[in-house]
């Protein structure tokens, strides 16, 4: 039986998750959202011939192309709690998006056609799956990793958590980079630290020095490690005018948003400054709320940090928003920072879906299941009939799952996974038994007529005929059965149901009386319902 954790189907999986799903099962599923666009951005779809405007909320399918324009972004989020954020002037394609592959994993795979983009994909649940990039010069390969990647001629990629390995175009040795390193080059790349790895912000930086075709390569290495001192120093100049902004009774959060929630929870970091003894400063989530973060109320600026844990146990693993709310006697003020959960992350999401056939049909063959616990989720359903699969959808959320049965009695087996491996299973053993008509097929004449001499005085007057009659399933196979009386005289002499019918020809025995009309009547029932009689009348003089 084919293990249901290996995900090991070239289905439509494309979807891991994502989207949505009868119709995938004719057309390509979504695999992610636009969760913000700022100024000119458009996508070709594949059956498409123009670039149309992708709006915020807009889902993302394989093979789309994406391009930004002029001082514009857009931000894609993936079902693992991945994103992808598009620069400015870059155009990319999503040849695949969480695509089952031969290993049993699932693979991704983005082309940089030109610009470049930040990511922050989640870590890979086993070496079987896969996430890559490709420019015009490298590809690069991934496994949970922050940072950014692209480059027209000159390839360039900077890390500020994970790992990258990096093959060039025409070349079989690869170039790995860690956290805090950021490499550059065409034929042959060249490693740097620096502080600014991985920053968004820098890359555009680094885009625009590298964009100097004249340059050698210790000049622009050198021109680069002096943009990262820049670029640092006006981090600390930034950080500096933040304290100064911290108002008299308030604060201010230093962590961004969205926050990306994995294992451990999130925390939440600030400054607050206040001389009202009765002010309060708390973090909200979903039903949650922290005490109170002000320590002291001495008119001076003080630090917080509060860490949430978040999980199905707490409950929070569905909030999508951080409160921070502050009060005082002379200014209430409140922050709002966006919650990204991993769903794939086992520490967070630690309820299991529930699964149940709600209620079948042998006549039409299908099979209503039901879905429970998937709110906010995604996940795989299968189903699975004797051992051999006979359907796999991906799932975003509780549903109504309708399954087509095979023809005849068999065993099913429905199982529903989340994204954190979550399982859930059922067994039934059902029926499809379609409504069609069939005849009775009775050998000999409708009224037969026998002589037989009398017997002898003394001699029981015994006169036995077999009555032969063969009934003409379409499906040719006495399972499908459900009753067989024959009645003389509307008397039973024969009752057959369920396993005690094992041929569809019969040969029975009837003990006829002279003299009289000897009436027989077949009744077959089909699991279906349909009933189909026949009859024959014996005569004996």
């Known amino acids: 039986m084919v293990r249901f954790a ?5 289905f439509l999986y494309a979807m891991l998750i994502v989207a949505v799903s009868p119709a995938m099962l004719f057309a ?4 992610g959202k636009v969760r913000m666009t700022l100024g000119d951005v458009t996508r070709w779809k594949s059956k498409l011939d123009s670039w149309q405007e992708l709006k915020p909320g807009a889902k993302l399918y394989q093979s789309d192309k994406v391009r930004t324009g002029v001082e514009s972004e857009v931000v894609f989020g993936f079902p693992d709690g991945s994103s992808i954020s598009i620069a400015e002037k870059t155009e990319v394609e999503l040849v695949q998006l969480f695509e089952p592959n031969d290993e049993g994993g699932f693979e991704t795979h983005i082309d940089i056609h030109k610009g470049f983009l930040n990511f922050a994909v989640h870590k890979l649940k086993d070496k079987k799956s896969k996430f890559s990039f490709k420019t015009g010069t490298a590809t690069a390969s991934i496994r949970g990793t922050e940072g950014y ?9 900077g890390l500020k958590t994970g790992k990258l390995e990096i093959t060039p175009i025409g070349s079989d040795k690869s170039v790995s980079i860690i956290a805090g390193e950021t490499t550059f080059g065409t034929d042959s790349l060249v490693v740097v630290k620096l502080a600014s790895s991985g920053d968004a912000r820098f890359a555009r930086k680094l885009e625009k020095i590298l964009s100097d075709k004249s340059k050698s390569v210790k000049a622009l290495q050198e021109e680069i490690q002096k943009a990262d001192t820049v670029f640092q120093e006006q981090l600390k100049e930034e950080e500096k005018k933040s304290a100064a902004s911290l108002p008299e009774n308030g604060f201010i959060v230093k962590t961004e948003s969205p926050v990306e929630i994995c294992e451990n929870g999130f925390t939440v970091e600030g400054s607050y400054r206040t001389s009202d003894e009765l002010a309060t400063l708390v973090v909200k989530v979903g039903g949650y709320t922290s005490n109170n973060l002000i320590r002291s109320s001495d008119g ?3 630090s917080f940090a509060e860490k949430v844990v978040v999980n199905d146990e707490t409950g929070l693993w569905t909030a999508d928003k ?26 967070v999401n630690t309820k299991a879906p529930t699964i149940a056939i709600a ?3 042998s006549l039409r063959c299908i099979a209503n299941v039901s879905i429970g616990e998937m709110q906010n989720d995604a996940g795989i359903f299968v189903a699975m009939s004797d051992g051999s699969q006979v359907l796999e ?10 399954v087509k049965l095979q023809k005849g009695r068999h065993e099913y087996t429905i199982r529903i996974e989340d994204q954190a491996g979550n399982q859930a299973e059922i067994s039934k053993v059902m029926g499809c038994y379609p409504n069609k008509h069939f005849p009775i097929e009775v050998f000999g004449p409708a009224k037969e007529v026998l002589k037989v001499p009398p017997p002898p005085k003394d001699v029981p007057d015994r006169i036995v005929q077999t009555l032969q009659f063969r009934i003409r399933i379409p499906e040719n196979n006495p399972e499908y059965l459900y009753k067989v009386t024959v009645r003389q005289n509307g008397k039973v002499i024969l009752q057959e149901s369920l396993a005690q ?4 020809d019969y040969q029975i025995p009837v003990m006829l009386l002279r003299g009289v009309r000897n009436h027989i009547d077949i009744e077959v029932v089909h699991k279906s319902g349909y009933v189909s009689k026949g009859k024959k009348d014996y005569e004996v003089r």
């Open 149 to 157: 990647i692209g480059g027209e001629g000159v390839f360039f990629a």
């Open 28 to 31: 390509a599923p979504a695999v």
């Open 359 to 361: 209620t079948y049909d």
């Open 322 to 347: 951080a409160i921070l709310e502050f009060k005082g006697a002379s200014a209430t003020s409140s922050k709002t920072i966006d919650l990204q959960v991993n769903k794939a992350c086992t520490e």
């Open 393 to 402: 959808e991906t799932v975003t959320k509780n549903a109504q799952k309708r």
């Open 300 to 302: 001076k600026a003080h």
């Open 6 to 10: 290996d995900y090991r189907r070239k």
């Open 501 to 504: 019918i094992r041929s569809l």
